[in-house]
């Protein structure tokens, strides 16, 4: 059971740094104002891609869920 005690420290340091980074974090941000905001989103939606994706997305095969080897056909 003493053992148990050498692990008190680093528990409460660390609850301590969690604590402590939590209360910090939060005051670090700033409030965008909701007007701001959908002005960005909409001046970043009217923005023309010309497609999603660099790389065409490959054709998916059926699953079957079983694996079953093509048959041969007999010549």
Excluded: F, N
Excluded at 23 to 46: F, I, S, T
């Amino acid at each position: 059971m003493e053992i148990l005690l050498w692990l008190v420290p680093p528990v409460l340091v660390t609850a301590a740094a969690m604590c402590w980074v939590g209360w910090v974090g939060r005051e670090g941000r700033g409030e965008v104002d909701r007007d701001v905001a959908a002005r960005r989103l909409a001046r970043a939606l009217q923005h023309e891609r010309p497609g999603r994706y660099a790389a065409p997305t490959p054709e998916r095969d059926r699953s079957t869920g079983v694996a079953v080897r093509p048959s041969r056909r007999a010549s």
